[in-house]
């Protein structure tokens, strides 16, 4: 089925590490993001593509870095996780049509201790 | 860039009342307005769109309303049920942009 997948949906983590965020989807999508939020909060832009090799960052500032090696594959990686790291991060995807819907993944649940 | 203001933050109807949530926008060239709801726990998803070109639209319960001169839409939801209940966010972007502008959210509690 297509859709849109993230791992781990929760982790748990000490102060100072390293850690990849995975996020793939079977849509065929070539735009794709990341979002951090908090429950029920605003959504923050972090990062985006538009393709292979194409990443930008969006509006919210982070320490975080991505990669597009493959289409489907979009992963976000924080090389020393902090306290304020703690939050959700969703991952979305769209279309080639600038009309077309935003599919979000489950989401990841972020804990730094 | 663009800035999408949402109101209100928070709304509280009884089961069975309307509610209407607005979005004002600042890109008079934006030209595609989704509206997405987050039940607690899950994932934003797609409700109701509308392009610049249509100035209303209408999906069983729900409907969208554009009015591009004062640049401003609202989401209309009538005979509220209890599933209802949600977080709901407009956002506006325009042709040839990818970057969809998000409003901060919407609670909206349907109380039985």
């Known amino acids: 089925e297509a859709d849109i997948y993230q791992t781990p949906r929760y982790l748990v983590i000490g102060t100072g590490k390293k850690i990849t965020l995975e996020c793939s989807q079977t849509?065929?999508?070539?735009?794709m993001y990341w979002y951090q939020q908090d429950p029920g909060m605003e959504l923050h832009l972090i990062h985006y593509s538009y393709g292979v090799n194409s990443t930008e960052k969006g509006d919210l500032s982070s320490e975080s870095t991505v990669s597009r090696i493959r289409t489907e594959h979009f992963p976000l990686t924080l090389e020393s996780a902090r306290p304020s790291h703690t939050s959700q991060y969703l991952c979305a995807s769209r279309g080639q049509n600038s009309y077309n819907e935003q599919f979000f993944g489950p989401g990841t649940r972020l804990t730094v201790l | 860039g663009e800035n999408v203001e949402q109101h209100p933050s928070t709304l509280s109807v009884q089961e069975g009342d309307s509610a209407v949530i607005k979005c004002t926008y600042s890109?008079?060239?934006?030209?595609?307005f989704p509206w997405y709801k987050q039940e607690l726990g899950k994932r934003p998803q797609l409700i109701i769109d509308?392009?610049?070109?249509?100035g209303e639209k209408k999906d069983q319960r729900i409907a969208v309303t554009l009015n591009k001169t004062a640049k401003h839409f609202s989401l209309h939801i009538t005979e509220t049920q209890p599933e209802d209940s949600a977080v709901y966010f407009c956002?506006?972007?325009?042709?040839?942009?990818?970057?969809?502008?998000f409003g901060r959210g919407t609670s909206l509690i349907v109380h039985p």
């Open positions: 849509m065929g999508h070539d735009k």
């Open positions: 890109d008079s060239a934006s030209n595609y």
């Open positions: 956002a506006a972007s325009r042709g040839g942009s990818y970057i969809p502008t």
């Open positions: 509308i392009r610049s070109n249509v």
